[in-house]
């Protein structure tokens, strides 16, 4: 059998292994009822998505990104792409033209989107564990099925970017590591790079760290990297230049934006792949080692100085420029932005779950390095692991990334041991192999943690036992503010994109960083006296006012301001201007504005 042909069917038997997983998976998911879609557990960004393709599906134009439901009258415009939003609505049209149900068609979507995403991200994470330790694809697709199953971002009704971005990073990199045996490889990988990129900013330093490393060993191995280097950057500059004709109107090409994919990112992305293509193709570039340092180099400070020359601002952090009383009240208490050093401090049980699995695979990468033999794939996955790491130790929401990397070393350690098991009768070299598997499987240091996190809650109030939706989460609790007729809804962030998702209400406040004037002036009425949240309520036309006691967000606002007009209303202290209409016992209060009819 030829290498094209062994190269085919290892590609057939991973996808086939992969597939098997997703539906393992998928068929947990339908034993399970598929809750997820009726019990959104808090994420807006998964609602938010889904109101996006109804707007895409009812005529909303393929360049107008407002979100005309939130924030103040005229709404506000999202920072995400359609490149995710075009997929999901296709799937639900089709599925609705099946079926003849909008509804079940965007439950089917809601489905197979993930499910699809999940089968391909394994997938990809099965080349990179082939490519990069050989035997360690079975293991690869058991610990990799397990972590993303448990992370959550997969799961039905998981719209958001971020598996998106995950299984793009994770194809860019599998891609990369084949590049030498694979001829169209390395312009794949590069085509992945720029859409990961095009979806969103969060992916930026794994963007950056495949395009140093591909560089780098560029120019340490020109023979073996220079092809790979030019069609690589080739790929990067020619889809990025694709997606910014595709997704941002003629009128809109000279705006830069710092948070969504604009002319800043364009720019810095065809500079930079067709610097590196150009540096790779030409040979008084490539000569020498210090010619392509020095080209690359170069480029480098090309790129430096059309950054800080057009666009400074992107220069800053990215919430620089927020609203203190945003940071403060919104901005320090979401999960996903919290810290390594947070999270010892304040919830050091989770801590087990996040980093425990990276931090193995970034040890065995260091001991794979002290002991020589480093090679092309050992560089590229440890730069990424170590990134990765170090952006999660900034915000946990980069430790999905990790955790999806550490599967590629710590796979082939699992095959090392297996091999000498098999070679081996010995109980030591089995029960080591049995406590390697145990620890390299993400939900085991799930369990550690939530086994840790009961200790650690002992002697503390614990939940009294109800099935009521305390925190205002489940498609349910919305039905009775579903069924009123349509206004404006003044109410917590956490319950705008619910709001929108389960009725054709309007908000002010959502967890946006672009919302910020309906955020700030949903905190004016509720942290101000009831005086103050009248004026308000009439300027705006505000309808209904809706109240989760139970929720977070919530207990944090009261907290700020306990003479305000939100702690009033959980007080029972209700003004005459409102008129309470919720059942008794609903976990969401709502109370009528009088003057608005």
Not at 288 to 300: D, E, Q, Y
Not at 339 to 360: G, I, N
Not at 566 to 577: E, I, M, Q, T
Request: hydrophobic residues 55%.
């Amino acid at each position: 059998m030829g290498t094209a042909e062994t190269g085919a069917a290892t590609w057939k038997s991973d996808l086939a292994l992969a597939l098997l997983a997703a539906l393992l998976a998928f068929a947990v998911d339908a034993w399970a009822g598929f809750g997820q879609l009726t019990d959104a557990g808090g994420d807006n960004d998964n609602l938010l998505r889904l109101v996006e393709v109804r707007d895409l599906l009812a005529g909303q134009g393929w360049f107008d990104l407002h979100q005309y439901r939130m924030g103040l009258e005229g709404g506000f415009v999202m920072h995400w792409s359609r490149l995710v939003d075009a997929p999901i609505a296709a799937i639900a049209l089709a599925a609705s033209a099946l079926t003849g149900s909008r509804p079940l068609g965007e439950d089917v979507a809601q489905v197979l989107w993930p499910a699809l995403l999940l089968w391909s991200a394994l997938f990809f994470t099965a080349r990179a564990a082939r490519s990069f330790g050989g035997g360690a694809v079975l293991p690869a697709i058991l610990i990799g099925a397990a972590g993303y199953y448990f992370i959550g971002i997969y799961d039905p009704g998981a719209l958001d970017h971020h598996n998106v971005q995950l299984m793009l990073t994770m194809a860019s990199l599998a891609l990369l590591l084949e590049a030498p045996s694979r001829r169209w490889a390395a312009l794949m990988s590069g085509l992945c790079a720029a859409l990961t990129l095009a979806v969103g900013m969060e992916t930026v330093p794994y963007v950056a760290t495949i395009g140093l490393c591909v560089s780098l060993l560029f120019v340490a191995d020109p023979g073996g990297e220079r092809a790979i280097a030019r069609d690589f950057g080739l790929g990067f500059a020619g889809v990025a230049a694709l997606v910014f004709l595709v997704t941002i109107r003629p009128s809109d090409w000279g705006a830069a934006q710092c948070d969504a994919f604009s002319v800043a990112q364009f720019a810095v992305a065809a500079i930079a792949g067709i610097g590196l293509a150009a540096i790779a193709s030409a040979e008084p570039a490539a000569g020498s080692w210090r010619r392509r340092l020095a080209s690359l180099a170069a480029l480098g400070v090309v790129l430096g100085v059309v950054v800080a020359v057009l666009f400074p601002q992107c220069l800053s952090a990215p919430y620089a420029s927020l609203d203190p009383r945003l940071k403060e009240l919104w901005l320090d208490h979401i999960d996903e932005a919290q810290s390594l050093f947070t999270l010892l401090v304040r919830d050091p049980a989770r801590v087990a779950a996040r980093y425990a699995t990276p931090l193995v695979a970034i040890v065995l990468m260091a001991r794979h390095l002290r002991r020589g033999g480093w090679r092309r794939q050992d560089s590229l996955v440890a730069a990424l692991l170590a990134v990765a790491f170090a952006v999660g130790a900034w915000q946990v929401r980069g430790t999905t990334f990790s955790i999806a990397f550490a599967v590629v070393p710590l796979s082939a350690w699992i095959a090392k041991w297996r091999a000498r098991a098999e070679t081996s009768s010995s109980l030591g070299v089995a029960l080591r192999l049995a406590a390697v598997w145990l620890v390299s499987i993400n939900p085991v240091w799930t369990g550690v943690a939530a086994a840790a996190s009961v200790a650690f809650e002992k002697g503390k109030a614990v939940a009294d036992g109800t099935t009521t939706d305390q925190t205002c989460e489940k498609k349910a609790t919305f039905a009775p503010l579903g069924a009123m007729a349509d206004t404006t809804v003044l109410t917590i962030s956490n319950l705008g994109a619910p709001v929108l998702v389960y009725s054709d209400h309007r908000v002010f406040a959502g967890p946006y960083h672009r919302n910020v004037a309906g955020n700030l002036l949903a905190l004016d009425a509720f942290l101000g006296s009831a005086d103050n949240a009248r004026a308000i309520v009439e300027a705006h036309r505000v309808g209904l006012v809706a109240v989760c006691p139970g929720n977070v967000e919530t207990l944090i606002l009261t907290r700020k301001a306990p003479q305000g007009f939100l702690a009033g209303l959980l007080r029972g202290s209700v003004p005459d201007w409102l008129e309470p209409v919720s059942g008794k016992g609903s976990p969401i209060e709502l109370y009528r504005v009088k003057q608005a009819g």
